[in-house]
T-cell receptor
Framework: GAGVSQSPRYKVAKRGQDVALRCDPISGHVSLFWYQQALGQGPEFLTYFQNEAQLDKSGLPSDRFFAERPEGSVSTLKIQRTQQEDSAVYLC???????????????FGSGTQLSVL | SQQGEEDPQALSIQEGENATMNCSYKTSINNLQWYRQNSGRGLVHLILIRSNEREKHSGRLRVTLDTSKKSSSLLITASRAADTASYFCATDAPGNNRLAFGKGNQVVVIP
């Protein structure tokens, strides 16, 4: 596609519900990142994939958060037993390079706004 | 934790004026990037400056980097209403394959 696509655009969940957020990166992009952005704050790193390999998941806030990218393209961020503090915008970004992904620009999707009631 | 810290946090200017915002960081870096985010949208890359560069231009944007002070500035010249957005600096965290973002500068350009 022309850009990074994320769905759904908005998600409202009841506390305790499981949610799945989808990211479709730019075709051919090797690196994929998930970020969490609280209202009025900058994005916080969650996890990083290079192709299908999850190379860094140190930013995931708890074991309720799980991400996968089984075929090295589409990625899913799953949050189990959602809590109110999970309410945020979840941003996905991709990058073409296979080397140091911070050496090149990231292409971001519009994000999924998650509200946990 | 966030690497970058932008200053000032919010800026309101008249169209045509210049807007300057700053970013400081704590550890050594390989490069520093600036991104723009319009309300309700994702981030858009503006410019990347490497640690061995001191100044870089892109259109109406001018970025400086002072590694001795661990700081960077973004200047937008001849601002337009369409420049209204939040601006974030991001640095690479040493040893990690990630960008660490600051809290952002909110810029409002009044027509």
């Amino acid at each position: 596609g022309a850009g990074v696509s994320q769905s759904p655009r908005y998600k409202v969940a009841k506390r305790g519900q499981d949610v799945a957020l989808r990211c479709d990166p730019i075709s051919g992009h090797v690196s994929l990142f998930w970020y969490q952005q609280a209202l009025g704050q900058g994005p916080e790193f969650l996890t990083y994939f290079q192709n299908e390999a999850q190379l860094d998941k140190s930013g995931l806030p708890s074991d309720r958060f799980f991400a996968e990218r089984p075929e090295g393209s589409v990625s899913t961020l799953k949050i189990q037993r959602t809590q109110q503090e999970d309410s945020a915008v979840y941003l996905c970004a991709s990058s073409l390079v296979t080397g140091d992904p911070t050496n090149e620009k990231l292409f971001f999707g519009s994000g999924t706004q998650l509200s946990v009631l | 934790s966030q690497q970058g810290e932008e200053d000032p946090q919010a800026l309101s200017i008249q169209e045509g004026e210049n807007a300057t915002m700053n970013c400081s960081y704590k550890t050594s870096i390989n490069n520093l990037q600036w991104y723009r985010q319009n309300s309700g949208r994702g981030l858009v890359h503006l410019i990347l400056i490497r640690s061995n560069e001191r100044e870089k231009h892109s259109g109406r944007l001018r970025v400086t980097l002072d590694t001795s002070k661990k700081s960077s500035s973004l200047l937008i010249t001849a601002s337009r209403a369409a420049d209204t957005a939040s601006y974030f600096c991001a640095t690479d965290a040493p040893g990690n394959n990630r960008l660490a973002f600051g809290k952002g500068n909110q810029v409002v350009v009044i027509p």
